[in-house]
């Protein structure tokens, strides 16, 4: 579907940026060119945003992923 029409940006094209750390509409903005002309597609992009933002199936951040692995070297550590 397209989310940005002045800037032919799907919401599949969102949820790809969000993957690689977009995190706000300006993210996507400066990524993508949502918003960036009309900016009628401001609100549905929003909601695009906060719906791949939510979703379960997303890897865990890099920070989070890092975080774990040496929680998990000090598991392995301590026995
Ligand atoms: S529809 Fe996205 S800027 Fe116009």
């Given at each position: 579907?397209?989310?940005?029409?002045?800037?032919?940006?799907?919401?599949?094209?969102?949820?790809?940026?969000?993957?690689?750390?977009?995190?706000?509409?300006?993210?996507?903005?400066?990524?993508?060119?949502?918003?960036?002309?009309?900016g009628r597609c401001a609100?549905?992009?929003?909601?695009?945003?906060?719906?791949?933002?939510?979703?379960?199936?997303?890897?865990a951040p890099a920070v989070?992923?890092?975080?774990?692995?040496?929680?998990?070297?000090?598991?392995?550590?301590?026995?």
């Amino acid at each position: 579907m397209y989310v940005c029409v002045c800037n032919a940006v799907t919401e599949r094209q969102i949820d790809q940026a969000v993957r690689a750390g977009a995190t706000s509409l300006r993210h996507l903005r400066h990524q993508l060119g949502v918003s960036a002309e009309c900016g009628r597609c401001a609100r549905c992009a929003q909601d695009c945003l906060r719906a791949a933002l939510c979703e379960p199936s997303r890897p865990a951040p890099a920070v989070h992923a890092a975080h774990a692995g040496s929680s998990r070297s000090l598991a392995l550590e301590a026995s």
